[in-house]
């Protein structure tokens, strides 16, 4: 049985909350599809306005600008990662799984959901390997940070830093190996589509496999310690 998941982001983020209002939803909503289409650059307001056949003014009622429209998208995929995770992950007692599931859920390997929502999630994860990291560096970045516009991205990375301490509790970079393990993901799903000399990443119909391959090679290498053998689980 499906169910429909709420989530509920840093006020900081929009001058609206956008999932009060059909408005507000359709904003979200073309945004994702207008970004993926076009590219953060070349995505307007006015062109949003267009679209939803509104104006440039009700979507400034809900965002300040464009820049913190992404900030509000990539926070909330940041979210609804943590959701299939924590859904998935609840019955597994072991940690060294735990990072195994994980990891499979961020190379975007196909999983049983019973998680839905009215957002494209399909486009929204495109748009984060594209353009995450335009919300970050940027010169406003450390008052971003201070505003807690990061929060959920740097809480969804503790989490995981913390399994990461359960598997082995002398490992010194817990936290770099989960943002690496974030960062690593995009660079490559990008480089195997665009760039492919620079990965041995292949997109596959079946489920990014060899990403997983790789983020597991990655995170248990660097951690010291054997892959667990979960191919039969589900």
């Not at 904003?27 to 679209?51: C, M, N, P, W, Y």
């Not at 393990?181 to 995009?186: I, K, P, V, Y």
Request: proline share 3%; charged share 25%; with cysteine.
């Amino acid at each position: 049985m499906s169910a429909t998941i709420t989530i509920k982001l840093n006020e900081k983020l929009f001058l609206r909350d956008p999932e009060q209002t059909e408005l507000g939803k359709a904003i979200v909503k073309e945004s994702i599809r207008l970004i993926d289409e076009l590219g953060f650059e070349q995505f307007t307001f006015k062109k949003l306005a267009q679209q939803i056949t509104s104006t440039e003014a009700s979507v400034y009622r809900y965002f300040e600008n464009k820049h913190k429209l992404l900030l509000y998208l990539v926070s909330w995929y940041w979210n609804w990662l943590d959701y299939r995770i924590s859904y998935h992950t609840h019955n597994v007692t072991d940690a060294a799984e735990r990072l195994q599931v994980f990891i499979k859920i961020l190379a975007a390997d196909p999983m049983k959901e019973p998680l839905t929502t009215f957002f494209d999630v399909e486009a929204l994860a495109r748009i984060v390997v594209l353009e995450a990291s335009k919300a970050y560096l940027t010169k406003e970045v450390d008052n971003d940070n201070r505003a807690g516009l990061f929060r959920d991205y740097k809480s969804l990375c503790h989490k995981m830093a913390l399994v990461v301490l359960e598997i082995n509790p002398e490992y010194p970079y817990p936290h770099a190996l989960v943002s690496t393990l974030f960062e690593t993901t995009r660079k490559h799903l990008f480089f195997a589509q665009h760039l492919p000399s620079l990965t041995e990443v292949k997109l596959e119909q079946a489920g990014l496999t060899s990403l997983t391959s790789y983020l597991n090679h990655l995170a248990f290498s660097a951690i010291g310690t054997a892959v667990v053998n979960t191919q039969s689980k589900d």
